[in-house]
């Protein structure tokens, strides 16, 4: 991507955003995810132009791995692990590696993380290939807990997004459904048809057709931008699942064209230009639903049955800063969607 396109890519965050990081970075992390050689690399460098150097610097950080490392193999209290043998975690071949890029344009800066999770269903004993996965999610949002105690609101590390790639086959395998179905009820999902360039437009529309309808009678939840607010205009409510193909990948035959069967400028509008302060604001919900669930578990962990009153006073303290965070994501919601009115009010009307 030349300079242009990175101007290009930042430019078209909302404007909403812009103003408010000229003085502060926007913390963006996305989880990209599947099994081995479904191009998960080539799609975050494709949606985010990482394959120039200028304006963009890359951070290779010995102590990010070891800290996503011990995340993954740790268990939090509330990912629900407790009958999962641990000889079964042992066999898991699941790989998670973490890259930091600054994408940098005038005034405008995003430092933006991306969670690569390879090796989904590569090996036969794939049950809980999810595991590191969840278990990173859910100790971003204790660790963003722990961060929001001590005031600390400027380094925000939850992960935002999780792109799932799958490969063109007739059938959805076990595992991918399993993991889709557990990371959607604790992140934003978007199912992603990789290598796409082997499809016919025919055998596509099959695909998506059936995948969806898998993920729905499966009860796996997606992330949909209408339900943020239905008064948006945004794509088609079944545009899931989207397709991407790596440009100019190589076959015994030839080379893939690529970008005719990607839905990369949709992803790019997703992602950056259109939600991504939809997907922040989904984020605070399931981080909401994670602070609900983890008070609950601290009240049953007490060792008397009859509570103290230290216990009482702390229980009215976290009750009275849950009502502050859902007023602040109240707050920023309402500044969000006037700030949005005012974008959409700018544009010309050929695009509305």
Request: charged share 25%; with cysteine; aromatic share 6%.
């Given at each position: 991507?030349?300079?242009?396109?990175?101007?290009?890519?930042?430019?078209?965050?909302?404007?909403?955003?812009?103003?408010?990081?000229?003085?502060?970075?926007?913390?963006?992390?996305?989880?990209?995810?599947?099994?081995?050689?479904?191009?998960?690399?080539?799609?975050?460098?494709?949606?985010?132009?990482?394959?120039?150097?200028?304006?963009?610097?890359?951070?290779?950080?010995d102590d990010?791995?070891?800290?996503?490392?011990?995340?993954?193999?740790?268990?939090?209290?509330?990912?629900?692990?407790?009958?999962?043998?641990?000889?079964?975690?042992?066999?898991?071949?699941?790989?998670?590696?973490?890259?930091?890029?600054?994408?940098?344009?005038?005034?405008?800066?995003?430092?933006?993380?991306?969670?690569?999770?390879?090796?989904?269903?590569?090996?036969?004993?794939?049950?809980?290939?999810?595991?590191?996965?969840?278990?990173?999610?859910?100790?971003?949002?204790?660790?963003?807990?722990?961060?929001?105690?001590?005031?600390?609101?400027?380094?925000?590390?939850?992960?935002?997004?999780?792109?799932?790639?799958?490969?063109?086959?007739?059938?959805?395998?076990?595992?991918?459904?399993?993991?889709?179905?557990?990371?959607?009820?604790?992140?934003?999902?978007?199912?992603?048809?990789?290598?796409?360039?082997?499809?016919?437009?025919?055998?596509?529309?099959?695909?998506?057709?059936?995948?969806?309808?898998?993920?729905?009678?499966?009860?796996?939840?997606?992330?949909?931008?209408?339900?943020?607010?239905?008064?948006?205009?945004?794509?088609?409510?079944?545009?899931?699942?989207l397709r991407?193909?790596?440009?100019?990948?190589?076959?015994?035959?030839?080379?893939?064209?690529?970008?005719?069967?990607?839905?990369?400028?949709?992803?790019?509008?997703?992602?950056?230009?259109?939600?991504?302060?939809?997907?922040?604001?989904?984020?605070?919900k399931y981080?909401?639903?994670?602070?609900?669930?983890?008070?609950?578990?601290?009240?049953?962990?007490?060792?008397?049955?009859?509570?103290?009153?230290?216990?009482?006073?702390?229980?009215?303290?976290?009750?009275?800063?849950?009502?502050?965070?859902?007023?602040?994501?109240?707050?920023?919601?309402?500044?969000?969607?006037?700030?949005?009115?005012?974008?959409?009010?700018?544009?010309?009307?050929?695009?509305?």
């Amino acid at each position: 991507m030349t300079m242009n396109k990175i101007s290009q890519t930042l430019n078209s965050l909302p404007k909403q955003i812009t103003k408010s990081i000229e003085s502060i970075p926007i913390n963006y992390n996305i989880m990209v995810m599947g099994e081995s050689s479904t191009g998960k690399s080539s799609l975050i460098r494709d949606i985010f132009g990482l394959d120039t150097a200028e304006g963009i610097s890359v951070e290779w950080d010995d102590d990010l791995l070891h800290e996503i490392g011990d995340m993954a193999c740790t268990a939090n209290p509330l990912a629900q692990l407790i009958s999962i043998h641990p000889s079964n975690l042992e066999k898991n071949k699941t790989t998670i590696t973490a890259t930091r890029y600054t994408l940098k344009e005038h005034e405008i800066k995003m430092k933006l993380t991306v969670y690569e999770v390879g090796g989904i269903g590569d090996a036969v004993n794939n049950l809980f290939d999810w595991v590191p996965a969840k278990n990173l999610i859910m100790n971003r949002y204790e660790e963003y807990h722990m961060e929001e105690d001590k005031g600390i609101l400027d380094n925000d590390k939850r992960i935002h997004v999780c792109l799932y790639l799958v490969k063109p086959t007739d059938v959805l395998r076990e595992i991918d459904i399993v993991t889709m179905q557990v990371l959607g009820e604790i992140v934003n999902v978007i199912p992603i048809i990789s290598k796409a360039d082997m499809l016919s437009d025919e055998k596509y529309t099959e695909m998506k057709e059936y995948m969806l309808s898998t993920l729905i009678s499966n009860k796996v939840r997606l992330f949909d931008s209408i339900l943020v607010d239905e008064c948006k205009k945004v794509v088609e409510i079944n545009f899931m699942p989207l397709r991407y193909s790596s440009p100019n990948r190589a076959y015994s035959y030839g080379e893939s064209v690529g970008q005719g069967v990607s839905d990369i400028k949709t992803l790019q509008n997703l992602l950056i230009s259109q939600h991504l302060v939809d997907l922040i604001e989904v984020t605070d919900k399931y981080y909401e639903t994670y602070y609900r669930e983890k008070m609950i578990i601290d009240i049953f962990r007490q060792k008397n049955s009859k509570i103290s009153e230290d216990f009482q006073r702390m229980l009215g303290l976290e009750e009275s800063k849950i009502k502050k965070i859902s007023k602040r994501i109240e707050q920023k919601q309402a500044s969000y969607q006037m700030l949005i009115a005012q974008h959409i009010s700018a544009l010309p009307k050929e695009l509305l």
